[in-house]
């Protein structure tokens, strides 16, 4: 059972456009949810977080939206950039467990066009 | 700054032989410990997780086993390697635990079972 899915593999976007990548989930028990970005042959890096009780969350380029109702989250860079172009992975904790342990969804491919 | 070491970065073994991947944590004490496994095409798997010394929680049955035999130390272990185990083996690591800790994950290793 995917828990959390990332259901685009891949999104190609132009240099200096938006670039948006989504995520759904099943479970409401979640409580963090996480986005993290993976460069060929390394690990994820940690990009950016949100708490179930906010709707946005905001870092520089990059935002991450929260519709709990629909349970769905976004990641939104603006502007993309070349250095960009990685795997990203979203994921979530659940509040009840004391681990910190993640799920995550299933990676898009996001390329960045000169 | 804290730091995750994993090695070796890649390994080809033979169908039936042992295992034994290992992941150092520097620059903090106490760490939630994680090993993840993401096969091909798909997302990243927990495998095990650990939140002491000598405290390991399996997350699937499988032909893998872990160990934590210093507070910084996780060792992901097989004795007899099976074609399915081929992947990419992450090991990550967090503070505390709180839902809001992200893991930060270390460069993996590429295990090729042939």
């Known amino acids: 059972d995917q828990q959390v899915k990332q259901n685009s593999p891949s999104l190609s976007v132009q240099e200096g456009r938006i670039s948006i990548l989504n995520c759904d989930y099943t479970?409401?028990?979640?409580?963090?949810f996480l986005w993290y970005k993976k460069y060929p042959a390394e690990g994820p890096t940690f990009l950016i977080s949100?708490?179930?009780?906010?709707d946005k969350n905001e870092d520089g380029r990059f935002t991450v939206f929260l519709n709990k109702s629909a349970k769905h989250l976004s990641l939104h860079i603006v502007p993309s950039q070349p250095g960009d172009s990685a795997v990203y992975f979203c994921?979530?904790?659940?509040?009840?467990?004391?681990?910190?342990?993640?799920?995550f969804g299933q990676g898009t491919t996001l390329q960045v066009k000169p | 700054s804290q730091t995750i070491h994993q090695w070796p970065a890649t390994l080809v073994q033979p169908v039936g032989s042992p295992l034994s991947l290992e992941c150092t944590v520097e620059?903090?004490?106490?760490?939630?410990l994680y090993w993840y496994r993401q096969a091909a095409g798909r997302g990243l798997q927990l495998l095990f997780y650990?939140?002491?010394?000598?405290?390991i929680s399996s997350e699937v049955p499988q032909n893998l086993s872990a160990s934590r035999p210093q507070d910084r130390q996780f060792i992901l272990s097989s004795k007899k390697l099976l074609l399915s185990d081929s992947g990419f083996y992450l090991c990550?690591?967090?503070?505390?635990?709180?839902?809001?800790?992200?893991?930060?994950f270390g460069d993996g290793t590429r295990l090729s079972i042939l």
């Open positions: 990550a690591w967090s503070v505390g635990l709180g839902s809001n800790q992200p893991q930060h």
């Open positions: 479970n409401s028990m979640f409580d963090y």
């Open positions: 949100i708490s179930s009780i906010k």
């Open positions: 994921a979530a904790t659940l509040g009840s467990s004391n681990t910190g342990k993640l799920i």
């Open positions: 620059g903090t004490s106490n760490p939630n």
């Open positions: 650990s939140v002491g010394i000598g405290q």
